[in-house]
C-alpha cells in the first residue's frame, strides 16, 4: 500500500497482540498508582490497517500515524473502526486539507502558523502543543519557554489545546526523565490536561514523570519492517 513500505504485522496473531498489551499495562501500573489515567495510544506507522484492527478490536480507542498519505489510507480502509486518530508527524501545511477529515488530535503543533493553518480547515479542533525538551531544532517542537505563549495563541486561534507532547531523546530511558518532568510541571501549571510523553522504549520513565498518554508502536506490533522506506512523506520519526 502506501509507499510499498507497509508490512502485514500481528493480523493473524491477535491473542499475541493482546498478551503484549497486557503487559504493557502491568508495565504501566507498576509506575503509576492512576493506570487508568493513562491513555494508549497505538502507532500503526509501518504497518498496513490490520494494524489498527488488531487494535480496535482488543479495546484500544486511539491509533497514532506520523505521514499524511499513509494516516489519509488506512483511516480510510479502517473506516468501520471505532478510532481516534492522531496525527503525530510533521505538520506541513499542504497536507492539512487532505488529513482534517481523519484527525482527531493534532499532537505536533510546534508554531502559531501551524495552529492557524489547523484552525482555518477545522475550527475548534484538538491540538497538543509539541515541547522540544531537547533543544534540537531539527526534531521539531516548540522552546519550553516559548511554550505558554503559543497555548495562549492557539487558544486564540479556537484551538482546543488539550495539552501538551513532548518526544524523548535517543539513548537509555533514563535521559529522558529531566524532559517529561519539565512538560508535566509546565502542563500543570498551564492547567492542561494531556502530557502526551513516552515511547516504546522510555514510557516507563514517562509514566513516572506524569505522562497521561504513551504512544507505542513496536512494543505492541513488534519492530517495524522498514522505518524510514522510500515513498514517505513526513520527517523522520
Ligand atoms: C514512531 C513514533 C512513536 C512510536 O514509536 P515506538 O518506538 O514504535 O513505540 C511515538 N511517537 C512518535 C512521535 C513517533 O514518531
Given at each position: 500500500m502506501?509507499?510499498?513500505?507497509v ?9 499475541g497482540?493482546?498478551r503484549r498489551?497486557d ?10 498508582d492512576?493506570?487508568?489515567e493513562v491513555?494508549i ?7 498496513d490497517?490490520s494494524a489498527?484492527?488488531?487494535a ?6 486511539d491509533?497514532g ?5 499513509e494516516m489519509?489510507?488506512k483511516?480510510?480502509l479502517a473506516?468501520?473502526?471505532p478510532?481516534n ?8 501545511r499542504n ?9 482527531d488530535?493534532?499532537q505536533s ?8 493553518a489547523?484552525?482555518?480547515?477545522s475550527p475548534g479542533?484538538?491540538v497538543?502543543?509539541?515541547?522540544d525538551?531537547?533543544?534540537r531544532?531539527d526534531?521539531?517542537?516548540c522552546?519550553?519557554?516559548d511554550v505558554?505563549e503559543?497555548?495562549s495563541r ?6 482546543d489545546?488539550a495539552g ?6 535517543p539513548?537509555?530511558p ?11 510541571y509546565?502542563?500543570d501549571?498551564?492547567d ?5 510523553m ?8 514517562a509514566v513516572?514523570?506524569g ?10 506490533f513488534g ?10 512523506d513526513?520527517a523522520?520519526p
Open positions: 502506501v509507499g510499498g513500505v508490512t502485514s504485522v500481528a493480523a493473524g496473531d491477535p491473542d497482540f493482546r498489551l503487559a504493557v499495562r502491568e508495565r504501566i501500573a507498576a509506575c503509576t492512576r493506570p487508568e491513555t495510544v497505538a502507532v500503526t506507522k509501518g504497518f490497517v489498527v484492527e488488531l480496535a478490536s482488543a479495546g484500544l480507542r491509533v500515524e506520523n505521514y499524511a498519505e489519509v489510507a483511516a480510510t473506516g468501520a473502526c478510532v486518530w492522531h496525527y503525530l508527524g510533521a505538520i506541513q497536507k492539512i486539507p487532505r488529513l482534517v477529515p481523519h484527525v488530535c493534532w503543533v510546534s508554531r502559531h502558523v501551524e495552529g492557524q489547523i484552525a482555518r480547515r479542533a484538538r497538543l502543543v509539541q515541547v525538551t531537547l533543544d531544532e526534531r521539531g517542537g522552546p519550553v519557554r505558554p503559543l497555548v492557539l487558544a486564540d486561534e479556537d484551538l489545546v501538551l507532547m513532548t518526544v524523548g531523546p539513548g537509555p533514563e535521559l529522558g526523565r529531566p524532559g517529561f518532568a519539565a512538560v508535566a509546565l502542563a501549571r498551564l492542561l490536561a494531556v502530557r502526551s513516552g515511547m516504546s522504549d522510555d514510557f516507563e520513565v513516572q514523570e505522562s497521561t498518554m504513551v504512544r507505542l508502536g513496536r512494543v505492541l519492530d517495524r519492517p522498514s522505518p524510514a522506506g522510500p515513498g514517505r513526513g523522520a
